[in-house]
């Protein structure tokens, strides 16, 4: 199966970007399944009803989210009618929304997509481990599914890591998001499974991630509160992974990065 993953798209130049290219990247990477995180797509703070159903027209199958899941409260009812549309599984009990879903892929295949919040330097929402432990178990690789993707929204490195090793061989891809920049050690694991720190955002690099960057900086050197930040408006970079998987097993053959428009290098997929 071919996987790709873009990660958080911040922003109008972020929708935008999303929406003029996705589908030709689609179509020119041949993917089968495409998963994004939208959580930053307004205005950098959550995702409206009418932006997912942008990123569905345009070639994503799965919209994953993160700690900004409820910024935009026309969200709420949304996440009840769009499974598509997913928010971190470790919130507690009673939550609106779900935290994974089981898509058909074409050629009668299923895959499986988690989205999951680390605990470090973040709200302490319920063990992430042990919610994506129960989630893979159930959804077994190369049996209940073709492919499983597990987005693990998270600020710390070491939470990220910890996470790929401990469901290597058990994913088809473990990928970080939250952070907003891409990390060059998208590789595939011992056990098979592929695996990226942070996939990076889909938005402009000129700023401080994806925010306009001198009221950005300004927070950094005034320690006042100061006006609400906004994205930085240029164009943005598409950034994420591509995953090819052997359906018998649903682990990963090769990833490569995607970066493609905008400041960062560009990187083929
Ligand atoms: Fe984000
Ligand atoms: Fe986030």
Not at 95 to 113: D, Q, S
Not at 188 to 214: E, H, N, R, W
Not at 215 to 243: I, Q
Not at 259 to 266: H, I, S, T, V
Request: aromatic share 6%; with cysteine; glycine share 12%.
């Amino acid at each position: 199966m071919n996987i790709l993953f873009l990660g958080d798209v911040v922003g109008r130049s972020g929708r935008d970007a999303i929406t003029a290219r996705l589908p030709v990247l689609r179509q020119r990477l041949a993917a089968d399944l495409v998963v994004v995180n939208g959580e930053n797509a307004s205005h950098g703070y959550g995702l409206a009803p009418d932006m997912a159903r942008a990123f569905l027209a345009a070639g994503a199958d799965v919209v994953t989210l993160g700690n900004h899941a409820w910024d935009r409260k026309e969200i709420i009812p949304f996440l009840e009618q769009e499974r598509r549309v997913i928010r971190p599984v470790n919130f507690p009990p009673g939550t609106p929304g779900h935290g994974f879903v089981v898509v058909e892929v074409p050629g009668n295949r299923k895959a499986l997509i988690v989205n999951v919040m680390g605990r470090l330097f973040m709200d302490a929402l319920d063990d992430p481990f042990r919610a994506v432990q129960a989630l893979l178990q159930q959804h077994p690789l190369g049996r209940a599914v073709h492919a499983s993707v597990v987005d693990v929204h998270a600020e710390a490195t070491s939470e990220k890591q910890a996470m790929g090793t401990s469901f290597d061989g058990l994913a088809s891809l473990v990928i970080g998001t939250h952070t907003h920049v891409p990390t060059a050690d998208h590789r595939v694991l011992p056990g098979g499974t592929a695996y990226q720190t942070d996939a990076g955002m889909c938005g402009d690099y000129d700023s401080v991630i994806g925010m306009q960057k001198a009221p950005a900086a300004l927070r950094f050197w005034r320690k006042m509160p100061g006006e609400k930040l906004a994205p930085a408006e240029g164009e943005a970079t598409l950034c994420g992974l591509f995953v090819e998987t052997d359906d018998a097993t649903g682990l990963a053959r090769r990833v490569s990065a995607v970066r493609e428009g905008g400041r960062l290098e560009a990187a083929g997929g």
